[in-house]
């Protein structure tokens, strides 16, 4: 079945550290998203790619960092720079918003 | 620029009662609308959409029509379940400024179905 996957469902880091969050996709969608989500919080667009090779800076881009080499895959870094990581990580995919987006189960991400 | 409100909740129901989550949205042109649900730790799910005005989307007993007049997309149920305890999202694509690049959330609304 197509699907979006996020791995790890859980990921701990300490502090300072670098830690990349994979999404893969096997929909044949062009367009991919990352968002962040805090407790009790709305989302918030981190990074979105229409193509292979080319992304833009959503709201709070600071402290993160994307590729996006193939269709399939849109990893998401998050740096040492990014003062408050610890948050749940969604990453989504499109063939047209017009039709809504595809999400994925999600990576909790908790940095000690 | 282009923004969905929703009502803030928690909503908090007794099963089989009747469900409605306001949504209203801003935007010019004629964007497309849509409801998500989030259960808790997982991702969100599309629960239905609508793409045009008086269009009415509808999935698994919940309904919302596309109000063009009153810009809004209220989400509707007549009988809650317990199952249906989750956080419900309000989205829009297709505004005259935000094009369909990406959607607009609005920041959600929880729903609590007691037995």
């Known amino acids: 079945d197509g699907g979006i996957t996020q791995s790890p469902k859980y990921l701990f880091r300490k502090e300072g550290q670098n830690v990349t969050l994979s999404c893969e996709q096997n929909?044949?969608?062009?367009?991919m998203y990352w968002y962040r989500q805090d407790p009790g919080q709305g989302l918030r667009l981190i990074y979105y790619?229409?193509?292979?090779?080319?992304?833009q800076k959503g709201d709070i881009a600071e402290g993160y960092s994307v590729s996006r080499e193939k269709k399939e895959s849109f990893p998401l870094t998050v740096t040492s720079a990014q003062k408050n990581p610890t948050a749940f990580y969604l990453c989504?995919?499109?063939?047209?918003?017009?039709?809504?987006?595809?999400f994925g189960s999600g990576t909790r991400l908790t940095v000690v | 620029g282009d923004s969905v409100t929703q009502m803030e909740g928690p909503v908090t129901l007794s099963e089989e009662a009747f469900l409605t989550i306001n949504c209203t949205y801003t935007?010019?042109?004629?964007?497309?609308l849509f409801w998500y649900v989030q259960y808790p730790g997982e991702g969100l799910q599309l629960l239905l959409k609508?793409?045009?005005?008086?269009d009415k989307g509808s999935n698994k007993g919940f309904e919302a029509t596309y109000r063009k007049e009153t810009t809004s997309f209220h989400l509707e149920k007549g009988s809650v379940q317990v199952s249906d305890s989750a956080v419900y999202f309000c989205?829009?694509?297709?505004?005259?400024?935000?094009?369909?690049?990406?959607?607009?959330f609005g920041t959600g609304t929880r729903l609590l179905v007691s037995p």
């Open positions: 935007a010019t042109g004629y964007p497309s």
């Open positions: 929909l044949n969608h062009d367009a």
């Open positions: 989504a995919s499109s063939t047209g918003t017009y039709y809504g987006y595809t």
């Open positions: 609508a793409t045009k005005a008086d």
């Open positions: 790619s229409q193509i292979v090779n080319d992304f």
């Open positions: 989205a829009l694509s297709g505004g005259t400024n935000t094009g369909f690049q990406k959607l607009v």
